[in-house]
Structure formats: structure tokens, C-alpha cells
């Protein structure tokens, strides 16, 4: 089967490097020669293991450093709740560390103790992957930059037979649902059985499609972006991704090895790109001593929310060009590793009646893409912050069905319940709990929202 990746970003190159393990697959990759490819200093998810072995991507764990990969046990919340201090901890779970969680659930614990109780992110903060048992790096996951990871993917790709074109796509010309043959710069035309689209908020085979947006949910829908040498390597050099709240937003901090990604992530509706950079420059100076007025920063708007269908007639939107939700928990390269193995498994399976799968594939990805949209919410919904219009605003959304099912057994303290109930996609009981347990716990009262 001829198979054509336009867009060479991460998710275009994971995409090539993974689906050329299929050796029934011909695969050519387009990416622009100016490629505007996104890499602000990623966090990513324990998927990434699970991805990288069942493709056999990597031979060692040697393409680490070549990323400026750092290990990352846990993300950390600041400032969520009134309480400026708040913090709270989502630790990256294991079965193991469920089991030993239930015998003893019934302890009065609060979230940061138990994450350190479960989950050694204290005394690993620091570490680096060299020094730590291998066993125990396997079970979290890395910062990294998505530019050099990308490298890494397309070196693999390459070696595997993968053909690269280094050009643009310019037109599309397509028979109903069907892409017939796509208009490269050059003028030249190339057709194929399956084309993917990962060309990003381009989107370029998807752009008379509906999109389901979340904007009235979820209000945050730029970034301002840079990466910075260390000012402590103590307090900033961490094995874990730290998102501080401020008044319109929240700040990422993602320590790689050589230096560290820096955004702030902010609602264009309550605050201008002007301002944002303001607010950035003067927390960064004021916690770390950054003089940044005259820096230049990333700029980044995009959409939240995902195409209810990723794959029509033979185009399949996988990272940007289907879903982003925003990077508060990590979501983005986990969710397009699981799109690839989706489509690896339908297209190694079923070659031939593969057309039958499109539409138990786009439910599967439109609900776990659903399922993260729902986790994330609740780190605004369950914010008692109200010192600007962004938190009041971003706090008052509806809570839906199946939040309002998770903080019911949470505050009837149904531990059990909240524990077993049963729940699809990416977070699963541990997560939401540690998000309840969390934000309760940095509260004067309990959740009061219902
Ligand atoms: C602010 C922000 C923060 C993020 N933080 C995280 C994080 O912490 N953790 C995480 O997991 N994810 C994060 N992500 C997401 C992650 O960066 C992306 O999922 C990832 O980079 C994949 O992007 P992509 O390959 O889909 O798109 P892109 O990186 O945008 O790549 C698109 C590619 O398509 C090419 N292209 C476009 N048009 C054409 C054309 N006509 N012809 C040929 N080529 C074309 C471009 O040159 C480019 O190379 C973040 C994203 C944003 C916006």
C-alpha cells in the first residue's frame, strides 16, 4: 500500500518512522523546506514507552541526550486555588502503585504526602537518567525537545526505506471524500492509496471539515514561548513538569538537560499578547531573576478542540491536524502516539478491508480525546481562584455528566468507587483522584461546586 505523510513535525515523523516497521507499506514523507514545525520544550506521558517498543524505534536509550531529554516522575500544580502557595501533585501511575494505594486508602493522607509515599518523586527530583536504576526510569516518562526528537524519528525513518520529499504541498484535488492526487511546488503530482495529514493547524486536508470546537469550555487559546539557560539548577532542574497559575493562564516549565521551556499559556480573551508577555517577563524575573524585556518569545495561537472524524475516505488527520487541547497535562504527542498505533494495528491487520475500520477508529479517537478535554477542564472547574476575570470565568463552566459522577463519590468519600469506576482514555481512577484530593486539599472548604 502507497502511503503519502505530508508534514514533517513530530507527529509526521513518529508517524513515518513507526508505520515503516509494516514492510507491506510504501511510504513517502512531504514536508515543507521551510518547515514551521512546533518544539517549545515537550512533556510527555509513559505512552512514549509503550510507543517506542512496539515500533522497536530505538535500539538503547541513547537518543535521550541526543533529544536535551530530561526524566519526569510527576507534574506539579502551583497557584491554582486562592491560596498562592497551593500545590498540589499528579505522580505518573503504575497498576503496582495502584494496589498498594488501595491498602491503604482509608488513611487520612493528603495528595502531596501520598505522591511521595507512592511515587519516590522526592528523592528522585533531582536525579539525572544516569544515576537512577533503569527499571525506575521506565516507569515515568521525559521532557524533550519535539525538534530534535523529530530528528531522531526521521533518522529511523530513513534507515527503515521511508523516501522524503523536501517540498510543499500545494494543492489538493479530491473526488468527494477521496484525495485522487496532491500538486507538490514543483508542479508535480503524487498519488496514493492513504494520505496523512500532519501538517499541524494547517490542517490542509481537513480544512472544509467540521471541527468540534471547546472553546466555551476551556478559554486558554495562546502561548507565549522561550527557552532559557539555568538560573539554579536545584530549584528549576527537576524531574518534573511544574504549571504555575497566574491571573490569565498558567506558566509551563519543562527542564530538558541543557536548558528549560518556558511558556505561558493564556486566554486571548482576557489578556492581549502585549500584556501576556508582561505578566511572563515580570514572574520570571520576580521567582528567578530572568532580565527578559528584550528577548524574543514565541508566539503561538491555536484551537482547541478535534475533528469528531480524523480519518474520511483516505485522509487521516493524525497530531495538530486532528485534536489539541492545551499542554497542561501532556497531552499532545500522547494522544497522536495513540492515533499511529490505532492505524498500525487496523493497517497491519486488515490491509485490505481497512476502509471498514474508519468509523470504530474515529470513535475511539474522538473519545479519548473527549476523555482528556474532561480531566483538564477540572483544573480550572475545581479552582476557587477569583482575583481575575479568567479564573471566574474559567471556574463557572458546567460541570458534565460524568464530573459531576467523579466528585459526587469523592465527596461522599466513596473511595472505592471512585477507584473502580470504570473510565476510558489516557487519566484513568488515580489521576482523577489525585486531581480531587489535590485541589481539595489547598481549599478552606470542601469542593462545593455540585
Ligand atoms: C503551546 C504548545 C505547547 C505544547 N506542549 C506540549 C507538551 O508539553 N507535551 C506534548 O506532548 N505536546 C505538546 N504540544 C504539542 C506538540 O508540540 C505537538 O503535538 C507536536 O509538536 C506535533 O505537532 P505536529 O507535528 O502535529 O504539527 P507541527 O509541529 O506544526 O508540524 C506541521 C508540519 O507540517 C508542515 N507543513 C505544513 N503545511 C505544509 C505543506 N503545505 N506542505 C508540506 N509540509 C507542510 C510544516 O512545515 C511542519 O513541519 C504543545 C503544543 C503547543 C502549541
Known amino acids: 500500500m502507497r502511503i503519502i505523510i505530508v508534514g514533517g513535525g513530530t507527529a509526521g515523523w513518529s508517524c513515518a518512522a513507526a508505520l515503516s516497521k509494516n514492510k507491506n507499506l510504501d511510504i513517502t514523507i512531504i514536508d515543507a523546506k521551510d518547515s514551521s514545525s512546533i518544539g517549545v520544550g515537550e512533556s510527555t506521558l509513559p505512552l512514549i514507552h509503550q510507543f517506542h517498543n512496539k515500533f522497536r524505534l530505538f535500539e538503547d536509550d541513547s537518543w535521550i541526550k541526543r533529544v536535551n531529554g530530561t526524566l519526569k516522575f510527576t507534574l506539579e500544580f502551583e497557584g491554582f486555588m486562592k491560596n498562592s502557595r497551593s500545590k498540589w501533585v499528579h505522580p505518573l501511575s503504575t497498576n503496582k502503585d495502584y494496589e498498594q494505594f488501595m491498602s491503604l486508602r482509608n488513611t487520612q493522607l493528603d495528595n502531596l504526602t501520598l505522591s511521595d509515599k507512592f511515587f519516590y518523586s522526592q528523592n528522585l527530583r533531582n536525579s539525572s537518567y544516569n544515576d537512577i536504576d533503569k527499571s525506575s526510569a521506565r516507569i515515568g516518562a521525559f521532557h524533550l525537545d519535539a525538534l530534535l526528537y523529530s530528528k531522531e524519528l526521521k533518522k529511523v525513518a530513513l534507515k527503515r526505506g521511508v523516501k522524503f520529499l523536501e517540498k510543499s504541498v500545494k494543492e489538493i484535488i479530491k473526488e468527494g471524500e477521496i484525495t485522487k492526487y496532491i500538486v507538490l511546488d514543483d508542479k508535480e503530482r503524487l498519488e496514493a492509496e492513504l494520505f496523512i495529514d500532519s501538517t499541524g493547524f494547517k490542517n490542509l486536508f481537513f480544512e472544509n471539515v467540521p471541527f468540534e470546537s471547546f472553546s466555551n469550555r476551556l478559554f486558554c487559546d495562546k ?30 516549565h519543562v527542564p530538558l538537560e541543557n536548558n528549560i521551556g518556558v511558556g505561558y499559556v493564556y486566554s486571548s480573551r482576557h489578556i492581549n499578547d502585549d500584556e501576556a508577555k508582561k505578566e511572563l517577563c515580570l514572574y520570571l524575573k520576580n521567582n528567578y531573576g530572568y532580565e527578559l524585556e528584550n528577548d524574543k518569545f514565541l508566539s503561538l495561537s491555536y484551537r482547541v478542540g478535534v475533528h469528531k472524524n480524523s480519518w474520511i475516505g483516505n485522509n487521516v488527520a493524525i497530531g495538530l491536524s486532528s485534536f489539541f487541547i492545551e499542554p497542561i497535562e501532556s497531552t499532545g504527542i500522547a494522544l497522536f502516539q495513540i492515533q499511529i498505533m490505532e492505524l498500525a494495528d487496523i493497517l497491519e491487520s486488515n490491509p485490505r478491508f481497512y476502509k471498514n475500520f474508519i468509523p470504530k477508529y474515529n470513535k475511539r479517537i474522538y473519545d479519548y480525546v473527549c476523555s482528556v478535554k474532561d480531566f483538564i477542564e477540572m483544573h480550572y472547574i475545581l479552582s476557587n481562584r477569583d482575583d481575575s476575570r479568567f479564573w471566574i470565568d474559567s471556574s463557572n463552566i458546567e460541570i458534565n455528566k460524568l464530573q459531576n459522577k467523579i466528585i459526587n463519590f469523592y465527596e461522599k468519600q466513596n473511595y472505592s468507587e471512585l477507584l473502580n469506576f470504570s473510565l476510558s482514555g489516557i487519566f484513568g481512577n ?7 484530593l489535590g485541589m481539595d486539599s489547598n481549599k478552606d472548604n470542601n469542593i462545593d461546586k455540585c
Not at 233 to 242: D, S
Not at 430 to 436: D, Y
Open 223 to 252: 502561548a507565549v514561548a522561550i527557552k532559557l539557560p539555568y538560573k539554579d539548577l536545584k530549584k528549576q532542574k527537576i524531574n518534573a513538569t511544574l504549571a504555575k497559575a497566574l491571573k490569565n493562564g498558567w506558566v509551563w
Open 430 to 436: 488515580l489521576s482523577w483522584f489525585h486531581l480531587l
